[in-house]
């Protein structure tokens, strides 16, 4: 059956948040835009604020016209998708009124209830509980919980066995956004799909895996939360390790959510604990001080609105991870994300040996080289960096490296790439859970990372500094360097 056929109630918690209007409405117009919603469901959204459906349909029509390109705006769509929004007002910690809530979902029966929570995660279980108390949820009813669930393996366990006591693990949907890009699929597909990379894809051919999510930007006045996390539990333990298990996982017996969530477990299983001396040479943790971005003086982390003097929270982070599996012995993944760094790109680059014996021009030896970049932001895309000769009839036999490109917005231009958060809406309303995070996976990502955070908590050292538009602190290019190797954009 396809999404729409398929009749279902939508209803997201914190309607009226950032979240919900600038990612939630508009992605969810566009699935109507496509085609995809069932001209029967309804999108219904609850918040404590004392508003009426004809004063959510404004907020979201503006939401709309502020998120949405004006080209992809068609008036007729537009009206439809605004038909379907209902508002229902409820104070999330009050059973009592989520009895206006059960008596418009029970205006339209046999569909499905869809639970999006777009609040904070101490929230998930008061939630459930009053929607289970006021005969909300059904048997087909499914939730979505957004990250970060928890601070450490101990709170997420906490929130995790919440929701369990109303919920089943099938109906869990556990959103990391960056599963649902388009090229995050393709890696799936690049793999599995292709013998001149899978056959490839081990330590006999590959030297080393890079992963780097860099942001531009600072803490956008979150100072508040972001201190309380850090770019550990923001970014690391959900983002970076998901992108290196679906690299580094072995192949699937099939394309099911729980064989691909399995061999993601096993990767997460198999990541070598960083104890000891290993912190000296496998981690390095950082903060941005204050510096340029785009020719724009800003300040450090230190000095934005609302810092705390005594903070210890890491604003950037690069690790050195090994993984204990016959595939990998002796690849290194590095691991690097952070804010204020020059560029905002999140990209993939596998790293292939060397040629064993090399014929060329010895002075050329530093070119011999083969890299598969697989990008996900700004711009989409997948290139490989080969070696061919270089042109002209002067040149003999001169190399050149250069990519092979396949950049989606380029080669697939006459279609629209949609957005992470369409992919999994719609995966959520046609029941399709693999690209969602299963329980274990988070518990064992926060396993392997609260050792590091453990650590820095005991040994209260603070983070060395990096000037606001630079690559991140030194060391980071250092502990890198000691392996004979460097960053992609040094290269």
């Known amino acids: 059956m396809v999404s729409h056929d398929i009749p279902s109630d939508i209803v997201i918690f914190g309607a009226l948040g950032d979240l919900a209007q600038r990612k939630l409405i508009p992605s969810l117009y566009h699935l109507e835009n496509a085609g995809l919603l069932c001209k029967e469901s309804r999108i219904i959204g609850v918040a404590r604020t004392d508003m009426d459906t004809a004063g959510f349909r404004e907020q979201c029509k503006s939401s709309l016209a502020t998120f949405v390109k004006a080209e992809e705006l068609d008036p007729t769509n537009q009206d439809i998708f605004l038909d379907k929004l209902v508002y229902s007002q409820v104070d999330f910690g009050t059973t009592e009124q989520y009895q206006g809530l059960k008596s418009t979902l029970d205006e339209q029966l046999e569909r499905t209830r869809i639970f999006y929570f777009a609040t904070a995660a101490s929230l998930y279980g008061i939630i459930c509980k009053n929607l289970t108390e006021t005969g909300c949820i059904e048997e087909s009813s499914r939730v979505v919980l957004?990250?970060?669930?928890?601070?450490?393996?101990?709170s997420?366990?906490?929130?995790?066995?919440?929701?369990?006591?109303?919920f089943e693990e099938s109906q869990i949907y556990r959103i990391d956004h960056y599963l649902g890009k388009e090229t995050v699929q393709n890696l799936i597909a690049l793999r599995f799909a292709n013998p001149i990379f899978g056959a490839q894809w081990n330590q006999n051919q590959i030297s080393h895996v890079e992963i780097t999510v860099a942001e531009?930007?600072?803490?956008?006045?979150?100072?508040?939360?972001?201190?309380?996390?850090?770019?550990?539990?923001?970014?690391?333990?959900?983002?970076?390790?998901?992108?290196?298990?679906l690299t580094a996982m072995d192949p699937p017996g099939d394309l099911t959510a729980d064989m691909i969530r399995d061999e993601k477990v096993k990767v997460l299983k198999l990541m070598k604990p960083i104890t000891g001396s290993m912190h000296n040479d496998h981690v390095v943790r950082g903060r941005y001080t204050k510096g340029m971005i785009d020719g724009k003086q800003v300040p450090g982390y230190m000095e934005e609105e609302g810092a705390n003097p005594t903070s210890n929270t890491e604003t950037f982070v690069s690790l050195k991870v090994e993984i204990k599996s016959w595939r990998w012995a002796g690849v290194p993944f590095y691991l690097r994300t952070g804010k204020r760094l020059p560029e905002k790109v999140s990209q993939i680059t596998i790293h292939f040996k060397k040629q064993a014996h090399y014929i060329f021009d010895e002075s050329q030896r530093h070119l011999a080289h083969n890299k598969l970049i697989i990008r996900l932001q700004p711009e989409e895309g997948i290139s490989l960096q080969i070696l061919n000769k270089d042109q002209g009839l002067g040149q003999g036999m001169r190399l050149r490296a250069g990519p092979l490109k396949l950049n989606f917005s380029e080669t697939f231009e006459k279609a629209r790439i949609p957005d992470a958060y369409e992919r999994l809406l719609l995966e959520v309303i046609q029941g399709n859970q693999?690209?969602?995070?299963?329980r274990d996976e988070i518990e064992y990502a926060w396993k392997w990372c609260d050792q590091l955070l453990e650590h820095w908590d005991k040994e209260n050292t603070p983070p060395l500094p990096y000037a606001a538009g630079s690559w991140g602190p030194k060391a980071s290019d250092l502990m890198v360097m000691k392996d004979g190797r460097s960053w992609h954009e040094d290269q």
């Open 156 to 166: 997420s366990n906490q929130i995790n066995d919440e929701v369990a006591k109303y």
């Open 434 to 438: 693999y690209l969602f995070v299963r």
């Open 216 to 245: 531009k930007v600072g803490i956008e006045g979150r100072w508040g939360y972001f201190d309380k996390a850090g770019q550990m539990r923001d970014m690391v333990q959900n983002h970076l390790l998901q992108l290196l298990c």
């Open 146 to 154: 957004e990250k970060p669930i928890g601070h450490d393996h101990d």
